[in-house]
């Protein structure tokens, strides 16, 4: 529904069956009671508002990963809708947050550039879990700029959500460290430290599909939805190669050639495979060299008709703006490590564990900071609200060729310094940093963000 100036969605956030592996149906909590949850498609500086009905038997939080969003609609850990979706509406400043009761009306001006954004759960201590049980959709963003670009588009424009999923013999989604109704306890517990992983690999909620294709260019915008695996993506046959068009929150200046590619949770690419280089009839394996056994393969294509393609790469995509050194007004240092808190071992960020009632980092709206971000283990960070550029890695200070564009989320190796230069355009108010492998963000790798 639309008004002129406002698209309008309503989501219901409810349990429902889905037949994943053939015969053993999976109790799924998702958007409208699909998994993935539908996928929402806005132009740039349009509102869309989605009002989202809570029929779990959880409190929720959406968060729309990417959105440049007033923090009142971020998602805020503590800013719960209650169960009770058939009720009415009511918002109330509780002590932990901005709870409401049953629904929400989450409001996005999004006043940013096209882009793959995703929507997720939030929900303080229970992120990991509530996503693997199926809390996550695409959002895409459209603008005329890249609407004119002649990539490929129509069906052969293809979101990927890959996530990794574990099931017990019943079919059900097994997450290991949690009590079943997800209520009372913390999330997760010391033994998935590293978080949690799965051995089946889903694409749009399907094991190790086959897609059909023509011998044609396809623009893909691959997402890792998984909350702990990072993956290598290759193909094989490796006659094609991934030209990258887009980065997680807008198009790239220039296209750039990957034969593999690293992607870590939360992390989005858009690619174009062009699939001419392949006889008809050939399968090809899209692959993660990261993995062994079911988790080496994520999906295939079959190359199945030759067709016309009137689709290209210019080598000139959209405007981008390079941020330079010499922009930023402050430099910050952040710590990602391993600590304890009450004697239990947890996630911190500069040593401490998430508090939402105290001040982590105050940053200015209209200001240019360099982040110094340094790791014990591979921790995927990701910021809220503002968007950043790679700046330098280790000591030679080179950036991989995976790093091009603007970012909201990236892997930060273990024991690599890491430089990002992060851009605070948007809104004033409190959003989070944190941890994107969401059992360490559940184990509250977490901070608060206060644009000021
Ligand atoms: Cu995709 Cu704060 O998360
Ligand atoms: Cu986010
Ligand atoms: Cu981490």
Redesign the pocket.
């Known amino acids: 529904r639309t008004d002129g100036t406002t698209d309008f969605y309503e989501i219901v956030q409810k349990p429902a069956r889905a037949e994943i592996i053939p015969g053993s149906p999976t109790q799924v909590w998702g958007y409208n009671g699909l998994f993935p949850g539908p996928t929402i498609v806005s132009r740039s500086g349009r509102r869309t508002q989605v009002r989202h009905r809570n029929e779990l038997p959880v409190p929720v939080a959406v968060?729309?990963?990417?959105?440049k969003t007033p923090a009142e609609s971020d998602g805020y850990p503590t800013d719960l809708i209650l169960p009770g979706g058939g009720g009415a509406s009511h918002q109330h400043h509780g002590a932990t947050g901005r709870v409401s009761k049953g629904a929400k009306d989450y409001v996005y001006p999004l006043d940013q550039p096209a882009a793959t954004l995703w929507y997720h759960d939030h929900r303080m201590d229970f992120t990991g879990p509530q996503v693997w049980r199926g809390l996550a959709g695409f959002h895409l963003v459209h603008d005329d700029e890249a609407d004119a670009l002649p990539l490929p588009q129509g069906d052969h424009d293809v979101p990927l959500m890959i996530c990794d999923r574990a099931f017990d013999e019943d079919g059900s989604f097994l997450y290991p460290s949690v009590s079943p109704d997800l209520q009372g306890e913390p999330g997760v517990t010391e033994e998935y430290m590293e978080g949690v992983l799965g051995d089946v690999i889903l694409v749009n909620g399907a094991p190790w599909p086959v897609m059909e294709v023509d011998n044609t260019r396809y623009r893909f915008r691959l997402l890792n939805a998984s909350n702990a695996r990072r993956y290598q993506l290759a193909l094989d046959p490796p006659a094609a190669e991934f030209v990258q068009v887009g980065s997680d929150v807008g198009l790239l200046g220039a296209p750039v050639r990957h034969d593999e590619l690293p992607i870590a949770p939360?992390e989005r690419f858009e690619v174009v495979i062009d699939f001419s280089a392949y006889p008809v009839g050939t399968q090809v394996t899209l692959k993660n060299t990261l993995g062994d056994g079911g988790t080496a393969d994520v999906m295939r294509f079959r190359v199945a008709r030759k067709a016309k393609d009137d689709s290209r790469v210019p080598s000139r995509l959209v405007e981008f703006e390079r941020l330079s050194r010499s922009s930023a007004t402050r430099t910050r240092q952040v710590n990602f490590t391993q600590g304890a808190n009450d004697g239990r071992v947890m996630w911190t960020i500069n040593g401490k564990v998430f508090d939402p009632d105290r001040a982590d980092v105050e940053s200015k709206l209209g200001t240019t900071e360099i982040w110094r971000v340094v790791t014990d283990v591979h921790h995927p960070l990701?910021?809220?609200m503002a968007h950043f550029q790679v700046l330098s890695r280790g000591s030679e200070g080179r950036v991989r060729p995976s790093d091009a564009g603007w970012k909201?989320?990236m892997d930060i190796p273990d024991s690599e310094l890491v430089e990002v230069l992060v851009r605070f355009t948007g809104y004033r108010g409190r959003y989070v940093f944190h941890c994107h492998n969401l059992e360490h963000e559940d184990m509250m790798m977490m901070g608060n963000l206060d644009v000021m």
Do not use: E, R, S
């Open positions: 968060h729309l990963h990417g959105g939360a990701h910021i809220h909201d989320t």
